[in-house]
C-alpha cells in the first residue's frame, strides 16, 4: 500500500504537528521538507554556495542543532526560491512519498508540485497573527531569545518570499481542503486531517 497525505501551508501555521499527529496515528512515515531547505539555508550561512549546499546535502545535516533559529528560517526561504536548489531535493522527496506503508509530508509545494497526485492534501493556514504567536511559543519554550515582534517579522517576510517565488510558489492545490486553524485548535485540525486520511483510506 503507498499513500501520499500533503500537507501545505504558511510558516508556523501547525502543519508539522498535524502531519505528525497523521503519521503515528496511521503508521505512516512523516517528511518535514522544511529541515531541507532549513539544512541547505543553515550551510549557505557558513559560506557554502546554494546550489552545492543542496546538491551535497547529508543526513547528517538534517540533524544539527540549530535548524530551527529565525535565522536559518530566513536562510531557507533565500534558498528556496533557486530552481537549481529546489530541483535537488526533488527526487528524494518523490521517492519518500511512494514509499510502502504510506507517507506523510508536510511543506509548501508538496500538494502542487512534489505530489500532484497525493491521494489526501491539505492546506493548513492561520492568520499571521495567531501563526506568530505559537510559533514565539514553540520558540521560547526551547530556550530561545526571541522579540514577538521579531518572530511576527520573520513569518510575514517568508510567507511573502514563498507566495511570491516563480517556482513552486506557495498555494493551495486545486483540489486541496483547506484547514483555518485561526479559531480552529490544533486538536481538533488534526482530527479533522484523520478523518480526511480514513475517508482516503476507505476509497
Ligand atoms: O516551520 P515553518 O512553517 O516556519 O517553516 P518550514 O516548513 O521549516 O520551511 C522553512 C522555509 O523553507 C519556508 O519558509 C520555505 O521558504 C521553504 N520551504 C519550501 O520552499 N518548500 C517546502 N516544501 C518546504 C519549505
Redesign the pocket.
Known sequence: MSLTVAI??????G??TIARAVAEHFGFAHL???????AV?ARTLEGLPAREAAETLDPADLTRDD??TPDV?QA???V??IPEV?AALLDF?RAFARRAGGAV??????GTV?CPDAEVKLFVTASAEVRADR?FLELTEKGMKVARQEVLAD?VA??Q??ME?AD?P?KPADDAVVLDTTSLSINAAVEAAIARVDTALRA
Open positions: 501545505d501551508g504558511p510558516a508556523a501555521a502543519k508539522g518535514d521538507t522544511g529541515l531541507l531547505y532549513r539555508g535548524l530551527r528560517a531557507a526561504s533565500k528556496a526560491v529546489r522527496q509530508l508536510d511543506g509548501r509545494d508538496i512534489i510559533r513569518v517568508r510567507d518570499r514563498d517565488r513552486a506557495l
